[in-house]
């Protein structure tokens, strides 16, 4: 069955620094989607990509956060200068269209920052 | 603001015994449901979803789930659980017409004594 691969598995970076998450979706798939969970709270939208642009984002998605599907395959979730706060599981999934489908899922990115 | 809720945050039972895990949602038009499962260590897999039609729904590993527009809710089942079982579980929803982003509840851990 396709995956969806996210990595790395698990990441530690310091406070302040830029931390590039990747991921390889399903390669038909059209929809493209960050999500995180920090610990012991609910999986919560980041954002929603297609067509090679931002369809949606929420508000914790500030200037600090950038997405990018750079070569047709990896997509990719930038935090540009990571608080302690952006310590979490961080979740990327796919689907083919936006109508009556479930994404895939990743395994998911561990990320803590220091 | 949608939410979901799923009232039962840790949940032991033992094998063979039934399972039934609640899931609200606070949206008054149409939706769409998933439950997704999320066993240790592993990305989060779609156990069943709900568009339309019959408003239950088998998915896969013996579970079920009924949507009562009614009561706003779309609890999950199984009639006897197993040890292999032992996860937490994810209650989603998406608006629509809407951008299909997920929202979801904050899960439901079980544990299955064998």
């Known amino acids: 069955e396709p995956e969806v691969t996210q990595t790395p598995s698990h990441q530690v970076t310091q406070m302040g620094q830029e931390v590039i998450l990747r991921c390889v979706p399903i390669s038909n798939h059209l929809y493209f989607y960050w999500y995180r969970q920090i610990l012991g709270q609910k999986v919560e939208f980041l954002v929603s990509f297609y067509n090679n642009e931002i369809s949606e984002k929420s508000e914790i998605f500030d200037d600090q956060f950038s997405v990018e599907r750079p070569d047709g395959s990896n997509f990719t979730l930038k935090i540009r200068s990571t608080k302690l706060e952006d310590s979490a599981m961080y979740f990327c999934a796919s689907s083919p269209g936006r109508g009556n489908y479930g994404y895939t899922f990743g395994s998911g990115t561990r990320l803590t920052v220091v | 603001a949608q939410s979901v809720s799923q009232h039962n945050h840790h949940v032991i039972l033992s094998e063979a015994a039934s399972l039934e895990l609640g899931c609200n949602y606070s949206?008054?038009?149409?939706?769409?449901l998933f439950w997704y499962v999320q066993y240790p260590g592993q990305h989060l897999q779609l156990l069943l979803k709900y568009f339309s039609g019959d408003p239950l729904v088998k998915g896969i590993k013996g579970f079920e789930a009924e949507f009562i527009k009614s009561k706003f809710s779309f609890n999950l089942r199984k009639p006897s659980v197993q040890w292999s079982d032992t996860a937490e579980y994810f209650c989603a929803v998406t608006r629509v017409p809407g951008t299909y982003k997920y929202i979801f509840g904050t899960g439901t851990r079980l544990k299955v004594l064998a």
């Open positions: 949206y008054g038009g149409t939706v769409n």
